[in-house]
């Protein structure tokens, strides 16, 4: 169970936080050259940062926030995404970025959050590298989630262990350039409410689990090489 006095933190949380400032992305994941593939050469570099929020829910599972963009966005509007977004030139690093746009997004305090680690950035086919922040929310009850209704709809949470199950999971094949790769995509119901965690986001969560909890997906992830330019069966040496 979590904590009942919200004074005192988490046990569960403080052991994850320290193992998690321990990880290093392996070099051959955290390596622009590799991340090129099929990205043409001249085309200008974009970053942008996302953070993974978790938490220890009631019953002591680790949770993770995550939205529902705004369907009047020019952009992936009505999708579940993580807060975050486009590096801008005021930002110290991509930490600054994550925190940052996950204020201005959901009203997310920075000091709420204890970043632990930075994850291996991923590149999407738009030219734009993402990179995860993963921090820590000791004291949940301190959020008090206040969406920006131009870019979000609806603020959630769901468990993070979802992302290595195969309940409610579906599958689509694609390919772009020659390379195939599975779409995963993961329901959840909240209330009356339905989201479904697709594309990159689901990747980016798989990956964050997969680290987290210690062990890969029960299921065959196939991701799309020009994410971050590796084949699913190096992945799953990590």
């Known amino acids: 169970m979590a904590p009942e006095n919200r004074g005192e933190k988490s046990q569960k949380l403080i052991s994850l936080s320290r193992r998690l400032s ?18 043409p050469k001249s085309a200008k570099p974009k970053r942008a940062a996302v953070l993974i929020c978790i938490f220890e829910g009631t019953d002591g599972e680790l ?12 952009s992936h509007s009505g999708e579940v995404a993580l807060p975050g977004g486009k590096r801008e030139e005021g930002d110290a690093d991509d930490i600054a970025t994550a925190l940052r746009e996950a204020k201005e997004e959901i009203g997310l305090d920075p000091s709420l959050v204890d970043v632990v680690t930075v994850i291996e950035p991923y590149m999407t086919r738009f030219h734009v590298t993402v990179v995860p922040v993963i921090g820590v929310l000791f004291d949940k009850k301190a959020f008090n989630p206040t969406p920006d209704a131009n870019e979000v709809e609806s603020v959630f949470d769901v468990p993070l262990e979802m992302f290595l199950k195969n309940e409610n999971r579906r599958e689509v094949e694609d390919v772009w350039m020659g390379d195939k790769f599975l779409y995963h995509f993961f329901d959840y119901q909240s209330g009356e409410k339905g989201f479904t965690t697709w594309a990159i986001t689901a990747a980016i969560l798989i990956r964050a689990a997969t680290i987290v909890y210690q062990r890969p997906p029960a299921f065959l992830e196939r991701r799309p090489t020009f994410w971050n330019g590796i084949p699913d069966k190096d992945l799953s040496k990590l």
Do not use: D, E, F
């Not at 321990?22 to 990205?39: D, T």
């Not at 949770?63 to 020019?74: E, H, W």
């Open 22 to 39: 321990l990880y290093q992305p392996p070099p051959h994941l955290n390596n622009p050259a590799r991340r090129q593939h099929g990205i």
């Open 63 to 74: 949770r993770v926030i995550l939205t529902k963009r705004s369907s009047q966005l020019s």
